[in-house]
């Protein structure tokens, strides 16, 4: 019914995914493609699919009024987001009071830092770690404590539980940063995974920020759990943060929201926010919301799963079978997959650099995976049509490795 088989070309459409332009937050793939490969881009997490119909319809309705001046969000915007999280999550209990907007999850996160952990205190977060949590913790002085994510007999990673609370013991920590699902290993948290890390937090007095902006992409029949749905303690110690961006392909539009039910902690954000005046939403964001929050959105949504699927599926596949040294877990959610190359490297005499280097090549633009804490890592992003992950594939198979 969609359309998720068509490349669009994204050349000079302010696209730093294809354009790869200089920038103070993502390292750029290194390297040069040679002349005879077009470049397929999957570095950053965006996708190379064109949004939900009813999101552009939405955007181009309110951009046909030629007057964008000061507004409010509307009550529809706030029942957009409370119908989506009740049809998506079950969460009955959320009230238009327990909302509030973010000019983007990191942008969110930091404010909630400030708030939660004034005095800079160390902050534990799970190893591998998404970048943006450490770019934001290092150019806002917060001490990162990382608790590996340890494999258990039946290869799936989990929170090393008597590791977090070793550490939150000795080094006093008092805040977590959550990812759930997690990127970058795909893990969708179990309820019983998620209980157990949040009576931890409640013996030791953490505060949460939980970052649950892949919480749309679950896959292969995996469900997401609010964190805040755990208990009341954790839904009073908990801040969450959401967004359409990564479901809906709009991180450009920049737009997501917190949800805390906790009043203090709510009113505690608001005022931080409020000193800086930064955090007002652009009137096409929250009109992309309401388009992609709809019947139609959630729809086109479940389309989308349905090929990030396959295309983990076939990837999966293509480093378990066809390459030897090459270890991948099958993500159970979002759509980036991390394969490990320490054995290829071992067996080929060759550093991950020049990996790297070699893909960039035959038009292969992956990311250096040392960036999440993954030693000889590489991460891709699988949001592209199924044809064009075959050919990158193949072309990696053929020309690389």
């Not at 920038?23 to 997490?45: C, H, R, V, Y």
Request: with cysteine; net charge negative.
């Amino acid at each position: 019914m969609y359309d998720f088989t068509t490349m669009l070309d994204r050349r000079g459409h302010d696209a730093i995914a294809v354009d790869l332009q200089e920038n103070n937050f993502w390292a750029l793939p290194q390297g040069e493609t040679k002349p005879a490969f077009d470049k397929i881009s999957m570095w950053i997490a965006d996708m190379n699919f064109p949004t939900a119909p009813c999101v552009t319809e939405r955007i181009i309705q309110r951009a046909a009024h030629p007057i964008y001046g000061y507004f409010v969000p509307s009550e529809e915007y706030n029942t957009a987001i409370l119908t989506w999280q009740r049809e998506s999550f079950g969460v009955t209990e959320l009230s238009e009071r327990h909302i509030g907007y973010e000019n983007g999850v990191l942008g969110g996160i930091t404010s909630a830092l400030q708030v939660l952990n004034p005095a800079h205190g160390p902050v534990l977060v799970h190893s591998p770690t998404y970048t943006g949590f450490t770019t934001q913790l290092e150019r806002n002085g917060y001490p990162i404590v990382g608790s590996p994510l340890r494999e258990d007999t039946d290869g799936v990673l989990r929170m090393d539980y008597d590791d977090m609370e070793q550490k939150i013991q000795t080094m006093h920590i008092h805040t977590v940063l959550l990812c759930s699902p997690h990127n970058p290993s795909g893990r969708v948290w179990k309820r019983w995974e998620l209980e157990r890390a949040m009576e931890l937090f409640r013996q030791y007095d953490v505060q949460v920020i939980s970052d649950e902006i892949w919480s749309d992409l679950t896959l292969f029949g995996n469900q997401h759990i609010p964190t805040q749905s755990i208990s009341d303690d954790a839904r009073q110690r908990t801040i969450a943060f959401y967004a359409p961006s990564k479901t809906f392909n709009l991180a450009g539009l920049v737009g997501s929201y917190h949800i805390v039910y906790n009043p203090r902690l709510a009113d505690q954000l608001r005022q931080y926010e409020e000193k800086c005046h930064y955090n007002d939403m652009n009137v096409l964001s929250m009109h992309a919301l309401i388009g992609a929050y709809s019947a139609e959105g959630r729809a086109w949504m479940q389309e989308l799963k349905r090929v990030l699927e396959t295309n983990i599926q076939l990837a999966h596949t293509f480093f378990q079978e066809q390459v030897q040294g090459v270890t991948l877990r099958k993500p159970e959610g979002t759509y980036v997959i991390v394969p490990d190359f320490a054995d290829w490297c071992a067996q080929n005499a060759t550093s991950l650099d020049t990996l790297l280097r070699a893909g960039v090549e035959v038009g292969v633009l992956w990311r250096d995976g040392r960036q999440f804490h993954i030693p000889y890592g590489i991460r891709m992003a699988l949001g592209l049509p199924t044809a064009k992950l075959q050919e990158a594939l193949q072309r990696l198979k053929t020309y690389v490795l």
